[in-house]
Protein backbone atom coordinates (compact mmCIF):
# COMPACT_ATOMS: atom_id res chain seq x y z
CA UNK A 1 0.00 0.00 0.00
CA UNK A 2 2.94 2.50 0.62
CA UNK A 3 4.14 1.51 -2.68
CA UNK A 4 1.11 2.39 -4.34
CA UNK A 5 0.39 6.15 -2.24
CA UNK A 6 4.10 7.13 -2.96
CA UNK A 7 3.50 6.08 -7.06
CA UNK A 8 0.02 8.31 -6.84
CA UNK A 9 2.10 11.15 -4.89
CA UNK A 10 5.15 10.92 -7.45
CA UNK A 11 1.69 11.44 -10.08
CA UNK A 12 1.14 14.55 -9.15
CA UNK A 13 4.77 15.77 -8.67
CA UNK A 14 5.85 15.15 -11.84
CA UNK A 15 2.40 17.15 -13.09
CA UNK A 16 2.87 20.12 -11.24
CA UNK A 17 6.95 20.65 -11.85
CA UNK A 18 10.18 18.35 -10.87
CA UNK A 19 11.45 18.12 -6.96
CA UNK A 20 14.20 21.27 -5.64
CA UNK A 21 16.11 18.54 -4.65
CA UNK A 22 16.86 17.59 -8.70
CA UNK A 23 17.30 21.56 -9.51
CA UNK A 24 20.57 20.92 -6.53
CA UNK A 25 21.71 17.93 -8.86
CA UNK A 26 21.57 19.96 -12.32
CA UNK A 27 23.79 22.64 -10.66
CA UNK A 28 26.36 20.45 -9.36
CA UNK A 29 26.84 18.64 -12.71
CA UNK A 30 26.65 21.76 -15.04
CA UNK A 31 28.85 23.41 -12.81
CA UNK A 32 31.57 20.57 -12.87
CA UNK A 33 31.72 20.41 -16.39
CA UNK A 34 31.61 24.56 -16.48
CA UNK A 35 34.91 23.68 -14.40
CA UNK A 36 36.30 20.99 -16.91
CA UNK A 37 35.62 23.17 -19.80
CA UNK A 38 37.38 26.52 -18.33
CA UNK A 39 34.52 28.29 -19.12
CA UNK A 40 35.24 32.38 -18.66
CA UNK A 41 33.71 34.47 -16.13
CA UNK A 42 31.09 35.46 -18.89
CA UNK A 43 30.13 32.55 -19.91
CA UNK A 44 29.41 31.55 -16.47
CA UNK A 45 27.19 34.24 -15.86
CA UNK A 46 25.18 33.44 -19.44
CA UNK A 47 24.86 29.73 -18.27
CA UNK A 48 23.45 30.27 -14.82
CA UNK A 49 21.07 33.05 -16.28
CA UNK A 50 19.53 30.39 -18.83
CA UNK A 51 19.42 27.98 -16.15
CA UNK A 52 17.91 30.24 -13.82
CA UNK A 53 15.13 31.24 -16.55
CA UNK A 54 14.87 27.83 -17.00
CA UNK A 55 13.65 27.17 -13.55
CA UNK A 56 11.06 29.63 -13.81
CA UNK A 57 9.67 27.07 -16.26
CA UNK A 58 10.38 24.13 -14.32
CA UNK A 59 6.53 23.86 -13.64
CA UNK A 60 5.83 22.62 -17.35
CA UNK A 61 9.15 20.80 -18.20
CA UNK A 62 10.11 17.80 -17.12
CA UNK A 63 13.66 17.07 -15.16
CA UNK A 64 14.85 15.57 -18.57
CA UNK A 65 14.15 17.83 -20.53
CA UNK A 66 15.63 20.72 -18.67
CA UNK A 67 19.01 18.90 -18.62
CA UNK A 68 18.56 18.74 -22.57
CA UNK A 69 18.03 22.25 -22.48
CA UNK A 70 21.15 22.85 -20.33
CA UNK A 71 22.99 20.21 -22.44
CA UNK A 72 22.38 22.03 -25.78
CA UNK A 73 23.54 25.72 -23.89
CA UNK A 74 26.60 24.08 -22.87
CA UNK A 75 27.19 23.30 -26.20
CA UNK A 76 26.51 26.97 -27.71
CA UNK A 77 28.61 28.19 -25.34
CA UNK A 78 31.87 25.62 -25.02
CA UNK A 79 31.00 23.95 -28.60
CA UNK A 80 31.53 20.91 -27.13
CA UNK A 81 28.62 18.34 -28.46
CA UNK A 82 29.73 15.86 -26.20
CA UNK A 83 30.69 16.71 -22.91
CA UNK A 84 31.35 13.03 -21.15
CA UNK A 85 32.95 11.79 -24.34
CA UNK A 86 36.05 10.84 -22.72
CA UNK A 87 34.00 8.96 -19.58
CA UNK A 88 31.86 7.52 -21.63
CA UNK A 89 34.73 5.64 -23.56
CA UNK A 90 36.69 4.44 -20.29
CA UNK A 91 33.01 3.06 -19.29
CA UNK A 92 33.35 1.07 -22.23
CA UNK A 93 36.27 0.12 -21.49
CA UNK A 94 36.45 -0.88 -18.37
CA UNK A 95 32.71 -2.87 -19.10
CA UNK A 96 33.78 -4.53 -22.09
CA UNK A 97 37.37 -6.02 -20.13
CA UNK A 98 34.84 -7.36 -17.69
CA UNK A 99 32.59 -8.92 -20.83
CA UNK A 100 34.67 -12.69 -21.14
CA UNK A 101 35.19 -13.29 -17.46
CA UNK A 102 31.23 -12.53 -16.95
CA UNK A 103 30.27 -14.30 -20.01
CA UNK A 104 32.33 -18.08 -18.78
CA UNK A 105 30.33 -17.12 -15.65
CA UNK A 106 27.62 -17.33 -17.20
CA UNK A 107 27.96 -20.31 -19.15
CA UNK A 108 28.80 -22.38 -16.07
CA UNK A 109 25.66 -21.15 -13.71
CA UNK A 110 22.77 -22.70 -12.35
CA UNK A 111 21.04 -19.76 -12.74
CA UNK A 112 22.18 -17.45 -16.07
CA UNK A 113 18.76 -15.66 -16.07
CA UNK A 114 18.99 -14.36 -12.56
CA UNK A 115 22.62 -13.85 -13.20
CA UNK A 116 22.92 -11.58 -16.01
CA UNK A 117 19.73 -10.02 -14.95
CA UNK A 118 21.50 -8.96 -11.40
CA UNK A 119 25.13 -7.47 -13.77
CA UNK A 120 22.36 -5.25 -16.15
CA UNK A 121 21.20 -3.53 -13.18
CA UNK A 122 24.45 -3.23 -11.02
CA UNK A 123 25.80 -1.47 -14.89
CA UNK A 124 23.26 0.93 -14.55
CA UNK A 125 25.35 2.22 -11.81
CA UNK A 126 27.54 3.87 -14.37
CA UNK A 127 26.08 7.06 -14.42
CA UNK A 128 27.69 10.40 -14.52
CA UNK A 129 24.36 12.41 -14.44
CA UNK A 130 23.46 11.23 -10.83
CA UNK A 131 26.90 10.40 -9.61
CA UNK A 132 30.50 11.85 -9.51
CA UNK A 133 32.01 9.02 -9.13
CA UNK A 134 31.18 5.20 -8.51
CA UNK A 135 32.52 1.96 -8.15
CA UNK A 136 31.47 -0.87 -10.85
CA UNK A 137 33.39 -3.77 -9.02
CA UNK A 138 31.61 -2.93 -5.67
CA UNK A 139 28.20 -2.72 -7.21
CA UNK A 140 28.89 -5.94 -8.97
CA UNK A 141 29.91 -7.81 -5.38
CA UNK A 142 26.50 -5.80 -3.95
CA UNK A 143 23.74 -7.25 -6.35
CA UNK A 144 25.04 -10.75 -5.98
CA UNK A 145 24.35 -10.56 -1.93
CA UNK A 146 21.72 -7.98 -1.81
CA UNK A 147 17.86 -8.84 -2.38
CA UNK A 148 15.93 -6.60 -4.90
CA UNK A 149 14.17 -4.15 -3.06
CA UNK A 150 11.27 -4.74 -5.64
CA UNK A 151 11.67 -8.07 -7.21
CA UNK A 152 9.50 -9.19 -9.86
CA UNK A 153 11.80 -10.21 -12.17
CA UNK A 154 9.75 -13.91 -12.18
CA UNK A 155 7.19 -12.20 -13.94
CA UNK A 156 9.90 -10.25 -16.38
CA UNK A 157 11.41 -14.40 -16.99
CA UNK A 158 7.86 -15.79 -17.58
CA UNK A 159 6.97 -12.70 -20.20
CA UNK A 160 10.55 -12.84 -21.70
CA UNK A 161 9.29 -16.57 -22.71
CA UNK A 162 6.33 -15.46 -23.61
CA UNK A 163 6.92 -12.38 -25.70
CA UNK A 164 7.39 -11.98 -29.80
CA UNK A 165 9.19 -9.14 -29.80
CA UNK A 166 10.93 -7.10 -26.86
CA UNK A 167 12.03 -3.32 -26.55
CA UNK A 168 14.72 -2.63 -24.52
CA UNK A 169 15.42 1.17 -23.45
CA UNK A 170 19.21 1.39 -22.53
CA UNK A 171 20.87 4.19 -20.37
CA UNK A 172 24.31 4.38 -19.80
CA UNK A 173 27.67 3.98 -21.69
CA UNK A 174 29.67 1.34 -20.10
CA UNK A 175 26.32 -0.46 -18.51
CA UNK A 176 25.24 -1.27 -22.20
CA UNK A 177 27.39 -4.15 -22.07
CA UNK A 178 25.81 -5.69 -19.39
CA UNK A 179 22.79 -4.97 -20.95
CA UNK A 180 24.28 -7.22 -23.85
CA UNK A 181 25.35 -10.14 -22.03
CA UNK A 182 22.05 -9.97 -20.69
CA UNK A 183 20.31 -9.98 -24.32
CA UNK A 184 22.47 -12.80 -24.72
CA UNK A 185 21.56 -14.68 -21.89
CA UNK A 186 17.93 -14.65 -22.52
CA UNK A 187 17.42 -16.30 -25.83
CA UNK A 188 15.18 -14.05 -27.58
CA UNK A 189 15.75 -13.51 -31.15
CA UNK A 190 13.42 -10.37 -31.48
CA UNK A 191 15.07 -7.73 -29.39
CA UNK A 192 15.38 -4.05 -30.38
CA UNK A 193 17.87 -2.08 -28.41
CA UNK A 194 17.07 1.97 -28.23
CA UNK A 195 19.81 4.28 -27.96
CA UNK A 196 19.13 8.09 -27.91
CA UNK A 197 19.33 10.29 -30.45
CA UNK A 198 23.02 12.33 -29.75
CA UNK A 199 24.60 12.85 -26.98
CA UNK A 200 23.44 13.71 -23.65
CA UNK A 201 25.27 13.08 -20.36
CA UNK A 202 26.99 9.44 -20.89
CA UNK A 203 23.53 8.42 -22.62
CA UNK A 204 24.07 5.53 -25.15
CA UNK A 205 24.32 6.44 -28.52
CA UNK A 206 24.66 4.39 -31.77
CA UNK A 207 28.62 4.76 -31.64
CA UNK A 208 28.33 3.22 -28.09
CA UNK A 209 26.27 0.44 -29.73
CA UNK A 210 28.79 -0.33 -31.97
CA UNK A 211 31.44 0.20 -30.05
CA UNK A 212 30.37 -2.76 -28.19
CA UNK A 213 29.20 -4.44 -30.77
CA UNK A 214 25.69 -4.29 -29.23
CA UNK A 215 24.48 -5.19 -33.49
CA UNK A 216 25.16 -8.54 -32.58
CA UNK A 217 22.54 -9.78 -30.40
CA UNK A 218 20.13 -7.44 -30.95
CA UNK A 219 18.47 -4.34 -33.85
CA UNK A 220 19.58 -0.73 -32.89
CA UNK A 221 17.33 2.02 -32.90
CA UNK A 222 17.30 5.25 -32.27
CA UNK A 223 14.76 6.90 -30.09
CA UNK A 224 14.93 10.38 -32.09
CA UNK A 225 15.31 12.79 -28.71
CA UNK A 226 18.33 13.49 -26.99
CA UNK A 227 16.79 13.96 -23.27
CA UNK A 228 18.18 11.55 -20.92
CA UNK A 229 14.87 9.72 -20.94
CA UNK A 230 12.40 8.33 -22.93
CA UNK A 231 10.19 11.24 -23.61
CA UNK A 232 7.44 9.55 -26.05
CA UNK A 233 5.56 12.65 -27.16
CA UNK A 234 9.28 14.00 -28.69
CA UNK A 235 10.55 10.91 -30.09
CA UNK A 236 10.54 9.59 -33.54
CA UNK A 237 7.81 8.03 -35.31
CA UNK A 238 9.57 5.04 -35.90
CA UNK A 239 10.78 4.70 -32.42
CA UNK A 240 6.83 5.54 -31.25
CA UNK A 241 5.51 2.73 -33.34
CA UNK A 242 7.83 0.12 -31.63
CA UNK A 243 7.00 1.07 -28.82
CA UNK A 244 3.46 0.73 -29.30
CA UNK A 245 3.61 -2.66 -30.62
CA UNK A 246 6.24 -4.00 -28.61
CA UNK A 247 5.00 -6.86 -26.60
CA UNK A 248 7.19 -6.44 -23.38
CA UNK A 249 9.54 -3.15 -22.73
CA UNK A 250 12.20 -3.29 -20.29
CA UNK A 251 13.35 0.11 -19.02
CA UNK A 252 16.75 1.27 -17.73
CA UNK A 253 17.80 3.21 -15.70
CA UNK A 254 16.51 6.35 -13.47
CA UNK A 255 15.84 8.67 -16.42
CA UNK A 256 13.43 6.54 -18.24
CA UNK A 257 11.70 5.55 -15.57
CA UNK A 258 11.03 9.53 -14.87
CA UNK A 259 9.42 9.72 -18.61
CA UNK A 260 7.74 6.31 -18.31
CA UNK A 261 6.34 5.80 -15.02
CA UNK A 262 2.72 7.68 -15.89
CA UNK A 263 2.18 5.82 -18.82
CA UNK A 264 0.95 2.95 -15.96
CA UNK A 265 1.56 0.36 -18.66
CA UNK A 266 2.02 -2.96 -17.81
CA UNK A 267 4.64 -4.10 -20.22
CA UNK A 268 7.49 -2.03 -18.90
CA UNK A 269 9.73 -3.50 -16.60
CA UNK A 270 12.33 -0.86 -15.00
CA UNK A 271 15.11 -2.31 -14.23
CA UNK A 272 17.85 0.27 -12.21
CA UNK A 273 20.00 0.81 -9.12
CA UNK A 274 18.00 3.58 -7.51
CA UNK A 275 20.80 6.25 -7.25
CA UNK A 276 18.89 9.40 -5.38
CA UNK A 277 16.24 10.11 -2.88
CA UNK A 278 13.61 11.38 -5.06
CA UNK A 279 13.67 8.57 -7.50
CA UNK A 280 13.49 5.82 -4.28
CA UNK A 281 10.37 7.96 -2.85
CA UNK A 282 8.68 7.26 -5.79
CA UNK A 283 8.98 3.85 -5.72
CA UNK A 284 8.71 3.73 -2.33
CA UNK A 285 12.65 2.07 -1.67
CA UNK A 286 15.64 2.77 -0.07
CA UNK A 287 18.46 4.78 -2.02
CA UNK A 288 20.72 2.38 -3.42
CA UNK A 289 18.85 -0.36 -4.04
CA UNK A 290 18.28 -3.06 -6.57
CA UNK A 291 14.99 -3.01 -8.70
CA UNK A 292 12.68 -5.12 -10.57
CA UNK A 293 9.27 -3.45 -11.17
CA UNK A 294 6.21 -3.85 -13.19
CA UNK A 295 3.05 -1.71 -12.20
CA UNK A 296 0.91 -4.49 -12.56
CA UNK A 297 2.17 -6.00 -9.95
CA UNK A 298 1.04 -3.16 -7.26
Not at 121 to 126: C, E, Y
Not at 196 to 202: A, L, Q, R, V, Y
Not at 210 to 238: C, F, Q, R, W
Request: hydrophobic share 40%; glycine share 4%; proline share 2%.
Amino acid sequence: MMVVMNMEAVVINMAKGIDTRCIECFQKTYLRLRKKYFFTKQQSKEFSEFMQKLMEDKDVLSSPEIQRELHHKLYELSGVTDPFYEEKKQSNHIALNLYKYWKQKLSVSENPFNMALRLSIAGNIMDFGANHSFNIFKTIEDVFVTKFAIDHSELLKERISKAKNILYLGDNAGEIVFDKLFIETIHNRNVCFVVKGSPIINDVTMDDAYEVNMHDVADVISNGYDAPSTVLKKSSLLFQEMFKSADLIISKGQGNLEGLLNENDSRIFFLLTVKCEVIAESIGVQKGSFVVYNQSKL
